[in-house]
């Protein structure tokens, strides 16, 4: 099994940058699907961005397009996604998710992963 584990979350005030990262361990593979997706308490699951294993096909969510960025690193096994310009809306639980998946199949609204972090807090105030 993949294990995934985030950093980089903390306190920030409104137009201040973070860079998160997810750092994979155990049985990988590369034919994977890595997304960054973020829950506010009460409310759905949303995904942020993703990418898909060396690069390319980058997806991200309307309400973060131009603000942030997603990148991975596969001989590290680690994804990143920086943060900038970021307001109050941003704040909220932010994961990692990863499975695998065809290029085409690697879409922001897949929910079902075999692999989660266990989540990085970002609060924007």
């Known amino acids: 099994d993949v294990q995934l584990v985030e950093s980089g979350g903390g306190l920030v005030q409104p137009g201040g940058s973070l860079r998160l990262s997810c750092a994979a361990s155990?049985?990988?593979?590369?034919?994977?699907?890595m997304t960054w997706f973020r829950q506010t308490q009460g409310k759905e699951r949303e995904g942020v961005a993703l990418i898909y294993y060396g690069g390319g096909n980058a997806r991200y969510a309307d309400s973060v397009k131009g603000r942030f960025t997603i990148s991975q690193d596969d001989a590290k096994s680690t994804s990143y996604l920086q943060m900038n310009s970021l307001n109050t809306e941003d704040t909220a639980l932010y994961y990692c998710?990863?499975?695998?998946?065809?290029?085409?199949?690697?879409?922001?609204?897949?929910?079902?992963?075999?692999?989660w972090g266990q989540g990085t807090q970002v609060t924007v105030s």
């Open positions: 998710a990863r499975d695998r998946a065809l290029r085409s199949g690697c879409v922001l609204s897949r929910t079902e992963y075999n692999a």
């Open positions: 155990g049985d990988t593979y590369n034919d994977y699907c």
